[in-house]
């Protein structure tokens, strides 16, 4: 190269190097531009349910009455019912109503005295059989009900649905001897979940009252996949698009990395589980005992996601009647849930569910004949 081509070469090169770098600015600013625009749409039209959060905390702020602040905090306090409804409320919580009766249930009133010609069912579970996100009557508990009578059958079908979002199996045993048994139900379904056990109530509350998890050590903190390390550097400045981002992480390969080679993962088996579901296998024996001396039948309905594989053959061990109520894989190919954010059953997810009541009660005979 001459010297004269020197010089031309040097401003070749600054010139290609100012054009990358405005480049990547454009790239930057046009990037930032796209996910600000995403941010704002999906805050103002909530297609992917942001919502959720904040119905959730108003439920707890106006519906339901906090037992668990009430001393004494003992033990024996956190063992007990620790929040119940409040009684003969309708609050819009934005996409749904909660309406309780004076016995703080879900649904119309009801006398605690059963009447007479009336075949009264009380349901025991948490946030999907109390029906999160949708209006009582869309329910599979008041559907059952309501389309029974609508039939003309002589007996009159009663369905008192005394689940809670965040109740235990703990929770629903106090549930049942406190209320349960008082209504002098003709039969009692427990709809079981994951969460019966992986995320005890017991433990949610302890950790609020004392500011401290009482179980550290079972605490398990999974490695980031890409989804979940984007969905958490987005997160301050960018939260909807972090949790829309945060949907495609996939739990369970995460899980699979911290457990041994060959080890596979149950939810019975895997941080808290070992011990909460210790706690649930009691509370379900105290549960069948109740009913079994009450001279009532009791059928568990499971509706675990992960799946519970230890429940099935832990109710055929105890003479529990069992019938799987879970979404299968096809099922989950539909429209069946109220949002990408929330996983409880919709219209269409409560129909499945009804569908599979109506037909494990017709086959076990236990709805009343005329």
């Not at 302890?206 to 398990?220: R, S, Y």
Request: charged content about 25%; proline content about 6%; glycine content about 6%.
């Amino acid at each position: 190269m001459t010297a004269p081509d020197a010089p031309a070469a040097k401003s070749s090169r600054r010139r290609k190097a100012l054009r990358r770098m405005f480049a990547a600015i454009a790239l930057a600013f046009g990037l930032s531009i796209a996910l600000v625009s995403v941010e704002v749409f999906l805050r103002t039209t909530d297609p992917i349910g942001l919502a959720y959060e904040g119905e959730t905390l108003r439920y707890f702020q106006v519906a339901v009455d906090r037992l668990f602040e009430r001393p004494p905090h003992d033990e024996a306090a956190l063992d007990g019912r620790l929040f119940r409804h409040l009684p003969s409320i309708d609050v819009s919580l934005g996409s749904f109503h909660v309406r309780t009766n004076a016995l703080r249930c879900r649904g119309p009133e009801i006398r605690e005295k059963k009447p007479d010609g009336v075949f009264r069912i009380v349901l025991l579970g948490d946030s999907v059989a109390f029906g999160w996100g949708v209006e009582d009557e869309v329910t599979f508990a008041r559907r059952l009900e309501r389309e029974w009578n609508a039939q003309g059958h002589a007996t009159r079908l009663e369905v008192v649905n005394t689940a809670m979002p965040k109740y235990d199996t703990n929770q629903e045993e106090a549930t049942l001897r406190d209320l349960g048994l008082r209504l002098q139900p003709d039969l009692v379904l427990l709809v079981y979940v994951t969460n019966d056990l992986s995320d005890p109530t017991r433990d949610t509350i302890e950790q609020l009252l004392t500011g401290k998890h009482p179980h550290p050590d079972e605490q398990v903190e999974l490695p980031d996949d890409l989804w979940s390390w984007l969905a958490k550097e987005l997160a301050p400045a960018l939260p909807a698009t972090a949790k829309l981002i945060g949907t495609r992480s996939d739990d369970a390969t995460r899980v699979a990395k911290v457990l041994p080679a060959g080890v596979r993962y149950t939810p019975e088996t895997f941080g808290a589980g070992p011990r909460g579901w210790a706690r649930s296998q009691a509370a379900l024996l105290r549960i069948a005992a109740m009913c079994k001396d009450a001279g009532v039948p009791l059928v568990l309905f499971d509706h675990t996601l992960p799946r519970v594989e230890s429940l099935e053959p832990f109710c055929k061990e105890n003479d529990i009647a069992y019938e799987p109520f879970w979404f299968t894989d096809e099922d989950r190919n539909g429209d069946i849930t109220n949002s990408w954010l929330d996983s409880h059953a919709n219209a269409a997810g409560h129909e499945l569910l009804l569908g599979r009541l109506r037909a494990a009660l017709e086959r076990r005979q236990l709805l009343p004949r005329d």
